[in-house]
């Protein structure tokens, strides 16, 4: 299924990777796989993660606490921190380091989730609406240029569907007791049908509008610069 808030991530950090000069020290803070890395080949490209999620990482130029990244003040012209404060129990401890260590007049280039599921446990902590991201961006020292959804309404909408869809239980007794679990199944079971149906949709629309109402967006997206 499309996954419509990453090939909206993937386009906003291409944009962001070409307004940096040839030559940019760019940080990625909790990096991972590096998928993104490639977008920045034109600038020297570092990378830092602590590395201890079950899952593959690729090499990190620094493997630590993103509390305490081991270089000198002022050492990147800009910094790249997607999907990653919803993982760090202070975040604002890791958002002053990343102030330091990025120049004066350097950029930080943020993304993280409003709407998801636990996940990476036990290393997942928070959700963070666009007012939670500006308090801590602008405590840590940032000036935050831009504030926005990274995605839209039908990403969330094409989400929860797909996770209805998934998580919804097939036994009578997870329902209720007695005949009236059976009926409740019975009558969620075409609703789940229904569901995955209408993920694919919402995924497909998602992908091409991010209309937004309510304050729902899957995820916000930050430019601060310090």
């Known amino acids: 299924m499309i996954n419509a808030p990453r ?10 990777a070409g307004t940096l000069p040839a030559g940019s020290m760019v940080l990625d803070a909790g990096a991972g796989r590096q998928p993104y890395r490639g977008l920045f080949a034109h600038c020297t490209y570092e990378s830092t993660d602590f590395e201890q999620v079950d899952k593959t990482y690729a ?8 509390a305490a990244i081991p270089v000198e003040d002022g050492r990147f012209d800009a910094v790249v921190f997607t999907q990653v404060m919803e993982h760090l129990p202070d975040p604002a401890a890791v958002l002053r380091e990343l102030y330091r260590v990025t120049k004066p007049g350097g950029v ?46 039908l990403s969330t909408v094409a989400h929860q569907l797909r996770f209805v869809s998934r998580r919804l239980p097939w036994k009578p007794t997870d329902y209720a007791p007695g005949i009236a679990g059976v009926l409740f199944m019975l009558a969620f079971t075409p ?28 995820n916000y997206l930050a430019i601060a610069r310090r």
């Open 191 to 218: 609703f789940r049908l229904l569901a995955r149906m209408m993920a694919g949709l919402a995924a497909r629309a998602a992908a091409k509008s991010r209309y937004n109402r309510g304050g729902m967006p899957m």
């Open 108 to 153: 930080l280039f943020y993304t993280g989730p409003l709407v998801y599921e636990e996940h990476e446990v036990p290393y997942d902590f928070y959700r963070y609406t666009q007012f939670g991201v500006r308090h801590l961006l602008t405590g840590a020292g940032f000036s935050v240029e831009e504030l926005r959804p990274l995605d839209g309404t």
């Open 7 to 16: 090939l909206w991530l993937e386009r906003e950090l291409e944009r962001f």
């Open 59 to 66: 090499s990190s130029t620094y493997v630590c606490d993103l």
